[in-house]
């Protein structure tokens, strides 16, 4: 009986020190949120650069002549329906047929770099602006 016990009270104490391992997994230390920030501003920087550069395009237009500072995009309500692609989409979809339409250059793969690093600007520049998904 004894020896019962005592393998229940181990059994216990070791399911215990698991479960705190494993939540303690899940914690990000201060390190790893300086490192990860530090990424991220990486790519809003490269999009920056995208987003004021004449290259995207083949007539000399870049993102910034219609949008300085990102203006006037509101990727805080996207998806939404936008008329001139007469559907509801996603941002990358509307930042596409700029590139293609006002630019005159190629759509980018959704997953590239590039268009990542344009999301990534262009909502870091509208952070603290409260979600609003569908408004026109």
Known sequence: MRRIAITATVAIIVTGLMIVAMLRADEFTE???????????????EGRELWVSPDLGT???????????????????????????GRV???????????MNPLEGAPLDLDSREMVAI??????????????????
Not at 36 to 41: G, K
Not at 119 to 136: N, Q
Request: charged share 20%; hydrophobic share 35%; proline share 6%.
């Open 89 to 99: 989409v996603a941002l990358r979809d509307m930042i596409n047929w700029c590139l």
């Open 31 to 45: 390190k790893d949120q300086q490192r990860w920030q530090q990424e991220y501003m990486s790519v809003v920087a």
């Open 59 to 85: 007539n000399g237009v870049a993102c910034a002549q219609c949008h300085p500072n990102a203006a006037n995009t509101h990727p805080e309500t996207y998806p939404k329906f936008q008329q001139q692609l």
């Open 119 to 136: 999301e990534a600007y262009v909502t870091y520049e509208r952070r603290g602006v409260a979600l609003a998904p569908g408004k026109h």
